[in-house]
């Protein structure tokens, strides 16, 4: 577990690299890695042939079947966590596969596919693309509590199958804010006035001489809302290099301490849409394999997922009660007890966030943040 942790982050973290580099500075990001991973293992355990999978610059290479068995139990982890003999779902994922129901050489999804991600296959009529629009939407919309009522519109060619999954959190914080304030956000483009919550509670947080950092908790649940706040002088773009490198955001966690916090965070929401084909070709290579052949020279160095366009749309908010945080990703694809310290800590100038899940990743109980949504708050809207 402690290599498949240390895969799917190192994934997690080069797409967001990837992200920011196309991003403009005054633009809020977010995005959604683990949503991405999770829809090449589907993509992958979907494919009819023998296959390799190299996910490049992050040291992993296995065969198709390997990798697909692998996210799918990474996913299962995602999904749940337990609390003494109580099983909590922590995300809700769905997978959805649309085909043609007029088109003979259209396959339903394989047996494996439903096994390891639990899809839901659904036959559509392309030939009416207002109404299979209308009826791919309405099952998004659903999955995500009506947060992204609208995610097809124009983006297909649908004479081929279409393969989307969902993320859905929403989360109550464990000390819910009751004040409110306004203050100056420093952005880069200017200062601007904006309605901060407030509270004055025991978090774990961290200190140092480039940045701050604490760590927000939810009821019932592994999952947590961290923030990392550059100082004065220090730019964001240095603390996510640093946080991408050796595991750094789960050591920066370990670090963390009990303080009297008096803290000052806006009250936002973000959403995004992304083109994600360019990147994927980027960062992943599924060939086919020759089984009978016994020298690398017989591999074909087709890329076998011919993906036509995919994209993803998130919604990520944080207000008084807790977070909502929503990904659809979709492809479509051819065939303490002492005294506390006191630290004042307001995010009045651009900073990263995650929400990251505390996942067991080896039998000793060794535990590690895996981040799986990502992101800056670098501009507010106007007031």
Known sequence: MLALYKTATDFSWKVF?????????????????????????ILVSETEIESKVVLKNVEYESNGNEFANMVSDFSKRIESS????????????????????????????????????????????????PKSMS???????????????????????????????????????????????????????GDFLVDMMEQEEEFYAYENEQFQAIQMSYK?????????????????????????????????VSKMDRFLVDLKIPKFSIEKDFELTGLLKEIVDVTRTNTEASTVESESKTNVLSLRKTSQRLVFSIDEIGTKAVS????????????????????????????????????????????????????????
């Open 135 to 189: 009826e791919i939407n309405a099952l998004i919309s659903e999955a995500t509590n009506g947060m992204i009522p609208d995610y097809i519109n124009n983006m297909m060619d649908l004479r081929t199958s279409l393969v989307i999954n969902t993320l859905y959190l929403e989360k109550e914080w464990n000390n819910k804010f009751t004040s409110f304030d306004k203050e100056n956000f420093s952005a880069e483009n």
């Open 220 to 252: 019932k649940s592994m999952c947590s809302f961290i923030a990392v706040l550059p100082k004065d002088g220090v730019s964001l773009s240095e603390i996510q290099q640093y946080l991408a490198k050796d595991d750094n955001l789960c050591s920066l």
């Open 17 to 41: 690299e990837m992200m920011l580099k196309g991003n403009s500075y005054n633009s809020n990001i977010v995005v959604s890695p683990f949503s991405l991973l999770h829809l090449l293992g």
């Open 328 to 383: 659809v990703t979709g492809t479509v694809f051819v065939d303490g007890c002492r005294k506390l310290s006191k630290m004042r800590m307001h995010f009045n100038r651009p900073f990263f966030y995650c929400l990251s899940k505390l996942l067991r990743v080896d039998s000793d109980y060794q535990y590690r943040e895996f981040p799986l949504i990502m992101g800056t708050y670098v501009t507010p809207k106007k007031n």
């Open 82 to 129: 337990t609390f003494g003999t109580n099983a909590v779902e922590e995300a809700c994922l769905n997978t959805f596969l649309f085909y043609d129901k007029n088109c003979e050489s259209s396959s339903t999804p394989r047996g494996r596919t439903t096994r390891l991600f639990n899809a839901k296959s659904h036959p559509i009529n392309f030939n009416d693309l």
